[in-house]
């Protein structure tokens, strides 16, 4: 144990609590960089991870202790400051281990996360893990035991209902926003459905930016209990919520590589429904050339890992395959896939028939797997009937009005019509071109840029006739869009 | 391009270029944490990698940087930098390919570690490309590009002689400190040999520790360039002369998991050779139940993988397997060693026979390997001669001189003898119980704390005869060693 005078560095460096020891100290204490010491001052003990700086910049005596530290333990500079080095965590065995090619064990798995929540792991440590679990896999136990670890170390939302609905798509497609319409309908039929969706990292909008538009999608746990008593379900921004604070963690470090190790990716998944007490979910795998998941067999293959994932945490659940092959709806953009939504929720004409028709088929399957219907016709009956019958409608208000309504913005007032060069049939339509473009034209940061789409796969048109319009709110931009190869955003034969 | 006031943090975080934004300027300019911006003031120019704090404690208009950023861009509060995200380092990808299982190119090697010498990489980033070859391997080529890519950014020493020696030993033996007597007897007869040697990090010493109880083992560069140049060759600590900046920088990543990945493993400790311009190189592979490499096959395959590599790089090799089933020599500590290669260099009696005669093979070896002799006994007598005539001892005093000689220090004061319960012949000595005994008792730190072994494998013994003694400097180490299984330490049948 060796005692020191505490300097404050004025800074927090987020996310971490960090001491600092010139080169003296820390060979006398035998600890390196991004080694952990324990700290004591009176009763206040405190493990910080050590940096290492030169012994002009500190005395002998001396630690520096960034503001959350110095914050943290409570000290002022008259006190005096224990320290010690810190055993190595649990957790270094288990990576190791995992690195090595093992298979962890729900208890492994558990102090490994355990470990990352409360901080004690240094950024070196938690990339080992993750590439352990990029480059060994992890079965569909240890990706249960993982979405259990994350859920137990983090917070959770609990219902008195016996019934907590869900649904997750994979993404890939533009335009895709069911999830806008199932929750309105599962919830206009008395169940609860507590949705927490992202934002776009690379597509023109996530559910969590279209929902912005008409509704505030920050909301912390608390409020959101709130909301759900109110209304029976909301569409949150799950980055909002901090419910998965591992999972959180986790994708600091996956983020400069862009690793996505599919186990880690499917227990990020499971742990937003567990952690929200789903028991019934309904999964969307857009399946084609131009989707993530690209043949029928890697569908088949991604499927049965959901089932079996869903099965050992106990949920019931049901896996959709659909078709990547071209935009659902006719906007794309938060504000235009607004504007498709509240047309088919209203039946005003111009709705877009393919959002609706997946968005009624994805309540179905979820009704049915309620095991309440005897056959599925009767389950589609009573999802049609609560969008046509304007239910649903009024259950969105509802839930928008809960979640804190926000005025709909305007149009971006720039447009630029893509017109057919020639006659003929829509063979196939481009989505990432589609989603570049609607995000060169400054979707989703500004709320009404995007693009309409005005014919989809198998319509007929004329020499002259515009394909989609895109709409911005920056002149500029659309120069940019100009340079993009936008008519090869469809083919017509 | 963004503007931002400078507010300097005052202290240095050490090995790398850091700045600090709050969290409204990072997604503003679209940067998470790790990622990398380059700083602009009037014509200075520096990439940084950031962190992020919270609001209250930056403004929007302000950047934190750490006292190195702050003194490298020269910089006062009254400047303003204009800031813009850094293009990603090339080297992600190919991290990324690595992790996936691809071999690298030489140029994709070359790279990686041109981007880690000049800290463009993350810890993060770092630990991916540990982690990538720890789990897929690397090829002998890839270990050679590797080897060459570190040395090509750093630094490295040349000789005006046709013929540079080297050795190298993979270690796990107490007391094997064959290198004290190969340099003094090759440059004895007039040949080069620059050896870099490291210091103990598990056992009880190093050959730079050993050495260091005789002569001055920090030197730079330069140093060594005029110490070779008066004494034809040195032994000095590799630690200190900074001629591999990436394998340091990559140790460092390694260390909290204590990951080896062979690859980097062999890379080390060619581009030390190779930094050196050594071209006729011996390794030495102690093999046995007690070794680092257990079996015969295992040390065979480790030396193809040695000769692959050698011949990638243009060097010259011999690969000896040796035994790692006692200790070699009698004493074991920085001191003792050094008593041992002392009766040895003199000729004195009490010599320890199996050091002497190890070494003598290895200069046998390295001489054949030259080709300038015919028959492999030419070679060893010339070994024997140069030692048994003095000149070695000469060479060694000629060395030491060059160095920096240092007093001899004395041997702990306080020991434990350790004496047979039993008569019979010795059947096993437990290398790691002497070895943690050593260190128990303050070998390497203290310089004369050790063990000096009285009888080896074979040899007869009576009851109560003494097996070994233990020496210490401090009495209350003593007490440690005997709460070790210190009578388990030999076996006798």
């Given at each position: 144990m060796m005692s020191f005078k505490p300097k404050r560095i004025p800074i927090r460096v987020g996310h971490r609590y960090v001491a600092i020891l010139n080169e003296t100290s820390a060979e006398k204490l035998d600890v390196r960089a991004s080694e952990r010491i324990d700290l004591f001052v009176g009763k206040k003990e405190l493990t910080a991870i050590v940096d290492i700086t030169d012994n002009k910049e500190l005395k002998d005596n001396q630690i520096g202790l960034f503001a959350e530290t110095w914050d943290k333990l409570g000290v002022t500079s008259r006190n005096t400051i224990k320290v010690k080095v810190a055993p190595k965590p649990q957790a270094d065995q288990h990576i190791k281990e995992k690195l090595e090619g093992e298979r962890l064990t729900a208890k492994e798995m558990d102090i490994i996360v355990k470990d990352i929540v409360n901080d004690d792991l240094s950024d070196i440590e938690m990339t080992y893990f993750v590439a352990g679990c990029f480059t060994r896999g992890l079965s569909d136990r240890e990706t249960a035991d993982l979405t259990k670890a994350i859920v137990k170390h983090g917070g959770k939302l609990t219902f008195r209902h016996k019934i907590v609905m869900d649904k997750h798509c994979i993404g890939g497609v533009p335009g895709n926003r069911t999830t806008m319409l199932v929750v309105p309908m599962i919830t206009a039929l008395g169940y609860v459905m507590p949705k927490t969706s992202s934002r776009a990292i690379t597509s023109p909008s996530g559910t969590a930016d279209t929902m912005e538009v008409v509704a505030n999608v920050k909301n912390d746990v608390d409020t959101l209990k709130k909301i759900a008593k109110k209304a029976g379900g909301f569409i949150t921004?799950?980055?909002?919520?901090?419910?998965?604070a591992a999972d959180d963690k986790l994708i600091r470090v996956r983020y400069p590589l862009k690793l996505d190790p599919q186990g880690m990716l499917l227990a990020s998944i499971m742990a937003k429904k567990y952690s929200v007490s789903s028991n019934n979910v309904i999964i969307d795998i857009p399946m084609g050339d131009q989707g993530k998941v690209k043949t029928k067999k890697e569908a088949n293959v991604l499927k049965k890992r959901f089932l079996r994932i869903a099965k050992l945490l106990g949920m019931k659940m049901k896996v959709v395959i659909t078709s990547a092959d071209q935009p659902v709806g006719y906007g794309i953009g938060p504000l235009f896939e607004v504007e498709d939504i509240m047309k088919i929720l209203k039946n005003e004409p111009g709705a877009p028939e393919d959002l609706k028709k997946k968005s009624i088929m994805l309540v179905t399957e979820l009704l049915y797997l309620t095991g309440k219907y005897k056959f599925k016709y009767q389950a589609k009956k009573e999802a049609r009937a609560v969008l046509e019958t304007g239910k649903a409608w009024k259950q969105f208000q509802k839930i928008v009005k809960a979640q804190g309504k926000k005025r709909l913005p305007k149009r971006g007032e720039h447009t630029f019509v893509v017109k057919a060069k020639k006659a003929g049939t829509i063979k196939s339509i481009h989505n990432k071109l589609i989603a570049n473009i609607a995000r060169t034209a400054g979707a989703p940061q500004d709320k009404g840029a995007g693009i309409i789409i005005h014919k989809k796969i198998g319509d007929i048109i004329k020499k002259g006739e515009p394909l989609y319009t895109v709409y911005t709110e920056n002149k500029t931009r659309i120069t940019y869009v100009k340079k993009l190869q936008y008519r090869k955003a469809y083919t017509i034969k």
């Open positions: 921004w799950g980055g909002g919520v901090d419910l998965a």
